[in-house]
């Protein structure tokens, strides 16, 4: 039997697509996009560690303050995550604080800290009203329960 020219094309087309599809499944470039944040994101804290254990196998999970700017304001997210199995950052809970996140808050952000205690984060910042020239502290403390969360504000003097 003779293969005729159009024949045999037909034949190894597919059969080379599908050994293109094994050797792609074997490995995939992960380009930079895969990895990289919003433009907006300007500023990313890991900050202590909570205890999960609602993740089988998992003792430790990790806290997460994202700041990001739009808008000409500030807004604020904290995250608590955790590892899983083949080290991928799983997010457990994210928490946005409205008195913030409110995009006519008009809120500016700096002298942002991050430090660990003994019942888990606590974060403060200075903040700016874009309403007036009021200027304020925020603390904010975060427990080791995803969502455990109390926030408050101090005015300056």
Not at 78 to 95: C, M
Request: proline content about 5%; charged content about 20%; hydrophobic content about 40%.
């Amino acid at each position: 039997m003779k293969l005729v020219p159009h024949t045999f094309a037909r034949w190894l087309a597919p059969a080379l697509l599908a050994c293109a599809g094994q050797a792609h499944a074997l490995g995939m470039e992960m380009p930079y996009e895969s990895f990289a944040t919003a433009p907006d994101v300007d500023w990313i804290k890991v900050c202590g560690q909570w205890p999960a254990p609602e993740q089988p196998g998992e003792s430790r999970g990790m806290y997460r303050i994202v700041h990001a700017t739009r808008y000409a304001q500030s807004f604020l997210y904290l995250q608590w995550i955790v590892r899983d199995g083949t080290d991928s950052a799983i997010e457990v809970h994210s928490e946005s604080f409205a008195q913030i996140n409110n995009d006519h808050a008009s809120l500016t952000l700096s002298q942002m800290n991050c430090q660990a205690t003994r019942r888990g984060i606590r974060f403060t910042a200075r903040a700016e009203s874009g309403h007036g020239d009021r200027t304020f502290r925020i603390t904010i403390d975060a427990g080791h329960k995803p969502g455990d969360v109390r926030f408050r504000t101090t005015q300056k003097r």
